[in-house]
């Protein structure tokens, strides 16, 4: 079976570092991505642009637009990026130096969508200031992926990352096809009620669980937290609505795979792991 990680990163963020070495026990590298790559079968990843200008700063006010990958100097060939915005910088007096290079960095065939940060920087996804890369995305025709849920930083304020925000988003923009990070959880329902919805609104299962094997085996065999998601997937009732993603470094990705392999139907697999990525990310190429 053929697995497009849909939701990773590649950043240099030190938290990322911090958890891989103390929690999710994995070589946050190239050659550890590569690595797991290789154990998982996945022919493609898209990993979320993000940066900080000051160790530890994360969510960083400060970060450069566009937000791109910079763990190592050298990507994988089969690593995508979506570019991330940093919408404090689209207040400044350069507002338009800064769309600029924006659109130069969308302009890339790596690029495969854009990333907005919602709850790590406190505006609603809706807000004017977002307007202008909304246009980019309908423009150059990506996806714009929205952070929701639970922020992995105490910093974030989650009444900008509650998915039901993305519903008036969706309706204002209807040209652009939305994925909600991390099924919005905890607001599982809510987010199932948004894609369930709108037709221009998907949903990655990143981010689900953090840890090493031993961690998602324990979340595994909790059926309440099992059933709060499958609940939401039994509402939405449209499998080609739902992307797999791990959120790479925060867990190990084949421990993860099996995990959502619990929740879907065997027969909506290839959709889930594959084809909803392609059909929504029209850039990658897997050929």
Same mark, same amino acid.
């Given at each position: 079976?053929?697995?497009?990680?849909?939701?990773? &990163?590649?950043?240099?963020?030190?938290?990322?570092?911090?958890?891989?070495?103390?929690?999710?026990?994995?070589?946050?590298?190239?050659?550890?991505?590569?690595?797991?790559?290789?154990?998982?079968?996945?022919?493609?990843?898209?990993?979320?642009?993000?940066?900080?200008?000051?160790?530890?700063?994360?969510?960083?006010?400060?970060?450069?637009?566009?937000?791109?990958?910079?763990?190592?100097?050298?990507?994988?060939?089969?690593?995508?990026?979506?570019?991330?915005?940093?919408?404090?910088?689209?207040?400044?007096?350069?507002?338009?130096?800064?769309?600029?290079?924006?659109?130069?960095?969308?302009?890339?065939?790596?690029?495969?969508?854009?990333?907005?940060?919602?709850?790590?920087?406190?505006?609603?996804?809706? *807000?004017?200031?977002?307007?202008?890369?909304?246009?980019?995305?309908?423009?150059?025709?990506?996806?714009?992926?929205?952070?929701?849920?639970?922020?992995?930083?105490?910093?974030?304020?989650?009444?900008?990352?509650?998915?039901?925000?993305?519903?008036?988003?969706?309706?204002?923009?209807?040209?652009?096809?939305?994925?909600?990070? &991390?099924?919005?959880?905890?607001?599982?329902?809510?987010?199932?009620?948004?894609?369930?919805?709108?037709?221009?609104?998907?949903?990655?299962?990143?981010?689900?669980?953090?840890? *090493?094997?031993?961690?998602?085996?324990?979340?595994?065999?909790?059926?309440?937290?099992?059933?709060?998601?499958?609940?939401?997937?039994?509402?939405?009732?449209?499998?080609?609505?739902?992307?797999?993603?791990?959120?790479?470094?925060?867990?190990?990705?084949?421990?993860?795979?099996?995990?959502?392999?619990?929740?879907?139907?065997?027969?909506?697999? *290839?959709?889930?792991?594959?084809?909803?990525?392609?059909?929504?990310?029209?850039?990658?190429?897997?050929?």
């Amino acid at each position: 079976m053929k697995i497009i990680d849909a939701h990773l &990163h590649f950043s240099n963020i030190e938290s990322f570092k911090k958890t891989a070495k103390e929690i999710s026990y994995l070589n946050y590298s190239l050659e550890g991505l590569n690595i797991e790559f290789q154990e998982c079968d996945i022919v493609a990843g898209i990993a979320m642009g993000l940066s900080e200008s000051k160790t530890g700063d994360f969510p960083d006010y400060t970060a450069e637009n566009p937000m791109l990958l910079d763990l190592n100097e050298k990507t994988p060939d089969n690593l995508y990026c979506c570019v991330g915005i940093n919408p404090f910088r689209l207040k400044s007096e350069d507002k338009n130096k800064e769309l600029d290079k924006i659109e130069a960095a969308l302009r890339s065939s790596k690029t495969a969508g854009i990333k907005i940060y919602a709850g790590y920087y406190p505006f609603y996804v809706y *807000d004017n200031i977002y307007g202008p890369i909304y246009e980019l995305a309908i423009k150059y025709n990506l996806p714009v992926v929205i952070h929701s849920g639970d922020t992995y930083s105490e910093r974030g304020l989650l009444k900008y990352s509650h998915p039901l925000n993305v519903d008036e988003l969706a309706i204002s923009y209807r040209k652009i096809n939305f994925i909600i990070a &991390h099924f919005g959880d905890p607001w599982i329902m809510d987010t199932a009620e948004i894609i369930r919805k709108n037709h221009n609104v998907y949903a990655d299962l990143s981010g689900l669980i953090v840890g *090493d094997v031993e961690n998602v085996k324990r979340f595994s065999n909790e059926r309440l937290f099992v059933d709060h998601i499958k609940r939401g997937l039994v509402y939405t009732d449209n499998y080609q609505k739902v992307l797999f993603g791990s959120d790479w470094p925060l867990v190990q990705i084949k421990p993860f795979i099996e995990f959502v392999k619990q929740l879907i139907p065997e027969k909506y697999y *290839d959709y889930v792991f594959c084809n909803n990525a392609l059909n929504v990310f029209k850039r990658i190429n897997i050929e």
